[in-house]
């Protein structure tokens, strides 16, 4: 066979199994036997190997594995990947609806889809062909596992039909029931142990440095969301029908709704009806069709104000309360635990569940040798419901909560009007310091590889780190680390450059990683922004910080306690010394101060720009944008499709509104 004959055939097969391929994992629809696809499929293999020049990646052959991956890459996602907001009733749902209907008006229709449980992916596409696929991670960045995906069938390695050149989809992978079951029994029968539920093995697989065993296990997909600026219509639902053609596959569980009463229709069939699915689903989630509408409701710092997920109410188990005993948090937060009965629920056995707090315990009398009823919260987090009274012993006596520590024996403090209690031994107490140092080599923070808890843990009882400036003398304790248990020259190196490498951490992450209360990242981000350097900060006013949007008495009380305390300022200062970025960089400062103390809301859609596009225009130029009107606010930047509720808000407290050619005038 000629090189000419070989690469004709090669695509003509090639061609041949992706279509039986789509027929038989996204159609559930095949058209030819199983021996007939084998045989074909081992042709293809025959002639790879024999014109290995003619080898596409993106071959069907290419989806059994075999490369070893040591280190899974890890990178940004273009678009972050948030998660829902949860509800468990259709009053909740009602206040949602409401909260849409004030920005959106009566003009618009939501989607409903079943809410798998499995593990979330992105597949990035571009000319048709997989090029990336990546997990979930934190949301703002995730690990690379492409050639592990790859060896999922019913995941087009090339499309076909009239595709976008460029664009992201977003899915989750999960197992079949039946398919999860047979695999425990078999691991049953050779006496090995068995798995605790398809999400957790699911989750296992995907990051598998063995391609090949990712292929032996059957793993499945369903893709739900398009991302990309050429999709063929502004609309969730047809975008979604569109890739179904494209060759994804696209669950046919889907509805379009115009009212809260649809939704619950939806619900409540499913509710009943996932019994019959061959996988798991643990709800459903609601969202608004028009992505131009979604884009004008826009996020909050941790979920889409446009979606919502309904869960299912979660399974119950009944088990005895054994023992209460308190956890003390990075910020001295104490949480009571309720330490169980082991009892097999929802997949996995619980041993513990939190308490909460004081007033939990209160409300549900709960007393150790209890008989308590327990469910996992959005089938995650074990808690407990209730107490069955019944079965309680005549001599129980309440719980008293503690008054002091149980690491350091401080007197514990609640402040009024809060439900926790506190260690305020922050410079002393274990499990504080321990948390604050965890909390500043994250992946969010100072992103410092190769340390983690257990190091953490090691080099705090050696007395190496007290404090999070400890961090950057651990060189003159290299000999010592290098012959202790676990370690060597080459660990203690990698953690001393990515230490190298945090000081290159931008001044925003840097506050963030301070670990202050109640300053998460996006007031971090605010903070350093207006001040632009922590001398700023420290020397701020309680009026200076509270004139920073969205800077409350609250994170102002907080910063001014934490920045007055003289240890938190050495460790600053230590800090400093060392080299961290403590002020914001001249890249990031805006380019004029054209609009300097003005403040913008944006709203609607734009011709010219995306709303990003000209919240960082704002920002450039000295601006502020903000998220709610008031009578603070300077313009309006309204574009088409506002909401009505917000543009008559403004009209009524005589906000001046201007369109996106004024806005770029002003800038001009």
């Not at 190997?49 to 075999?66: A, N």
């Not at 989750?172 to 398809?198: H, S």
């Not at 699915?277 to 104000?305: C, M």
């Not at 809301?601 to 990003?612: E, K, L, P």
Request: hydrophobic content about 35%; some cysteine; overall charge negative.
């Amino acid at each position: 066979m000629t090189k000419t004959e070989a690469q004709n055939k090669i695509q003509q097969l090639s061609e041949e199994i992706r279509e039986h391929n789509y027929e038989y994992y996204a159609l559930s629809q095949p058209t030819i036997a199983d021996f007939d696809f084998d045989k074909m499929l081992q042709e293809l293999i025959i002639l790879e190997k024999q014109f290995p020049e003619l080898l596409d990646e993106s071959s069907p052959s290419q989806r059994v594995g075999g490369t070893i991956t040591k280190k899974f890459k890890t990178v940004k996602h273009k678009y972050p990947m948030l998660s829902l907001g949860n509800t468990y009733s259709k009053e909740e749902l009602e206040e949602f609806d409401g909260r849409i209907r004030k920005i959106l008006g009566d003009d618009f229709e939501y989607t409903c889809e079943l809410k798998y449980d499995g593990v979330a992916i992105s597949l990035i596409y571009k000319n048709g062909q997989l090029d990336q696929a990546v997990t979930r991670g934190d949301g703002t960045q995730g690990d690379v596992v492409t050639t592990n995906i790859k060896t999922i069938k019913c995941i087009p390695l090339k499309l076909k039909g009239g595709f976008p050149k460029d664009f992201e989809i977003r899915g989750e992978i999960f197992m079949k029931v039946e398919d999860f079951e047979k695999l425990n029994q078999q691991r049953e029968a050779e006496g090995e142990e068995t798995y605790a539920n398809p999400r957790n093995f699911t989750s296992g697989t995907i990051k598998m440095q063995d391609s090949a065993q990712v292929a032996k296990r059957p793993l499945d997909c369903f893709l739900y969301h398009l991302l990309g600026e050429n999709l063929p219509t502004d609309l969730h639902y047809e975008n979604v029908r569109n890739a179904k053609e494209w060759g994804f596959k696209i669950s046919d569980n889907m509805a379009k709704c115009k009212s809260i009463d649809e939704i619950m229709n939806f619900i409540n069939e499913w509710e009943e009806g996932k019994k019959s699915l061959p996988f798991d689903i643990d709800g459903v989630v609601i969202k608004v069709n028009d992505q131009k509408q979604q884009e004008e409701l826009g996020f909050t710092a941790k979920s889409p104000r446009w979606a919502i997920a309904y869960k299912y109410k979660a399974e119950e188990a009944c088990t005895i309360l054994n023992e209460i005993t308190y956890q003390v948090g990075r910020t001295g937060a104490i949480t009571p635990v309720a330490n169980l009965e082991p009892v097999f629920l929802a997949g996995t056995t619980v041993k513990r569940a939190s308490l909460h707090n004081a007033n939990e315990i209160e409300r549900l009398d709960i007393r150790e040798g209890d008989h308590v009823f327990v469910e996992k919260g959005g089938e995650i987090i074990p808690k407990i419901t209730r107490v069955d009274l019944s079965k309680r012993d005549r001599n129980s006596q309440p719980t008293i909560y503690i008054m002091k520590c149980p690491e350091c024996s401080a007197e514990l403090i609640r402040e009024e009007g809060e439900a926790i209690h506190y260690c305020p031994n922050e410079e002393s107490c274990p499990p504080q310091i321990k948390g604050k140092i965890e909390h500043f080599i994250g992946r969010n923070a100072m992103n410092i590889e190769h340390l983690g808890p257990e190091i953490i843990e090691t080099f705090y009882e050696k007395g190496f780190v007290k404090d999070i400036s400890d961090l950057y003398d651990l060189e003159k304790h290299r000999d010592v680390i290098t012959q202790m248990d676990g370690f060597g020259k080459t660990s203690i190196q990698n953690i001393l450059v990515s230490l190298e490498a945090s000081k290159k951490v931008p001044f925003a992450k840097v506050l963030f990683a301070l670990g202050i209360r109640f300053v998460g990242q996006t007031v971090a981000k605010k903070l350093a922004r207006h001040f632009q350097n922590i001398d700023n900060i420290i020397s701020a006013s309680q009026d200076e910080l509270l004139s920073v949007d969205e800077i409350g008495d609250r994170i102002a009380e907080s910063l001014t306690k934490h920045l007055s305390n003289k240890s938190n300022i050495l460790v600053i200062n230590m800090l400093k010394e060392n080299g961290l970025t403590f002020e914001i960089a001249e890249s990031e400062l805006p380019s004029s101060d054209k609009l300097s103390g003005v403040s913008f809301v944006i709203s609607g859609t734009f011709t010219d720009h995306s709303r990003d596009q000209l919240k960082k225009m704002i920002e450039d130029n000295g601006g502020k944008n903000v998220s709610s009107i008031s009578k603070k606010l300077n313009y309006l930047l309204a574009g088409e499709n506002m909401g009505p509720n917000k543009l008559k808000k403004a009209q009524d407290l005589e906000i001046k509104i201007i369109s996106e050619k004024e806005f770029e005038e002003m800038i001009g």
